[in-house]
């Protein structure tokens, strides 16, 4: 479609975001809104090797929508050297975009693949669209392979599915002309009618950031010094603590429901509760908690059982 068209068009890094949403304004195009947590590196001193993480698919929204009347939604992590002087390297987690009605998909961008032209560079995805189920964990990753002698790097993103391993596909880039010199950790960023109310157009349960590492060439664990920026960061946030049926998980958050998408007024929580774990989906298939139950959930202590609703492919229970 012609709005779809649009944000491929005028889709860009964090970096050039307010002057590329005016551009796309003017153009008539569907516009941009982003946050993210984000770190700077000294590409000068510091060649980074490899950058890793995890984030789970968060339940979809309430409303689908239409690309003139919801948001198409895109949410990753990301390698960047400095704004227009090199590529943005993405595994993308997007909603109506590229995939069916009511479903998630996952695929590897890169800004800054060659065009017709050298002055000319455009966005450009790997051609897979993983559909990936909600309250997936993805595991992701960027690697630096090396540098040709023109002067080029080659590196490799990609994704894994940890409930589906299958469902995993890696890119590996040619050109890239400068060392990272930003990393981006949770990273949401909305396209469309930003008018309609956030609640139902933006996912119905909270997307979290954990086991991020990143390291040099050399093997030197580099500190991780998030920031949070973007247009708004109400509801983003880079020094997440979440303990989990013991379990602890540090990271990044980006929260958009009240109470995590559970019902108001309804006392149920997204939150490890022991007696509840299996029936609320609290436990990984490796048997270790996870960073957020599937469903909403609570103990009825009176009937003695678990109560539960608003899960993957809402149903309700």
């Not at 060649?47 to 979809?60: A, Q, S």
């Not at 599915?161 to 990393?183: G, L, M």
């Not at 602890?248 to 009240?258: A, D, Q, R």
Request: net charge positive; aromatic share 10%.
């Amino acid at each position: 479609s012609k709005a779809t068209v649009s944000v491929l068009n005028c889709r860009i890094s964090c970096d050039t975001m307010a002057l590329r949403y005016t551009a796309c304004l003017l153009a008539g195009a569907l516009c941009a809104s982003a946050s993210h947590c984000a770190m700077k590196i000294d590409r000068q001193h510091t060649t980074l090797k490899r950058f890793e993480g995890k984030m789970n698919v968060p339940i979809y929204p309430i409303v689908e929508g239409t690309h003139n009347g919801g948001r198409i939604i895109f949410i990753w992590p990301g390698v960047n050297p400095v704004a227009r002087t090199g590529g943005l390297l993405q595994p993308v987690l997007s909603a109506r975009q590229g995939c069916a009605p009511g479903k998630w998909c996952m695929t590897n961008w890169y800004s800054n693949c060659p065009a017709n032209t050298k002055q000319h560079r455009k966005y450009c995805t790997d051609k897979h669209n993983t559909v990936v189920e909600e309250n997936d964990v993805i595991a992701w990753f960027f690697e630096y392979q090396g540098t040709f002698p023109n002067g080029t790097a080659q590196w490799t993103e990609g994704y894994r599915s940890v409930n589906h391993p299958h469902k995993a596909h890696n890119f590996t880039i040619y050109y890239e002309t400068h060392n990272a010199s930003s990393i981006f950790g949770a990273t949401v960023e909305t396209w469309g009618n930003h008018g309609q109310p956030r609640d139902t157009n933006m996912p119905d349960s909270p997307v979290f950031f954990w086991d991020m590492k990143a390291w040099d060439i050399h093997g030197k664990a580099l500190p991780m010094h998030w920031k949070a920026g973007g247009k708004s960061t109400d509801n983003i946030d880079c020094h997440m603590k979440r303990v989990q049926g013991g379990k602890t998980f540090t990271g990044h958050s980006i929260h958009w429901s009240p109470m995590d998408g559970c019902a108001l007024g309804s006392n149920m929580t997204r939150d490890f509760d022991a007696r509840c774990a299996k029936q609320c989906g609290c436990v990984a298939p490796d048997g270790t908690p996870k960073v957020m139950c599937d469903f909403c959930c609570k103990y009825d202590a009176a009937a003695g059982q678990c109560v539960s609703d608003r899960g993957p492919g809402r149903h309700k229970h």
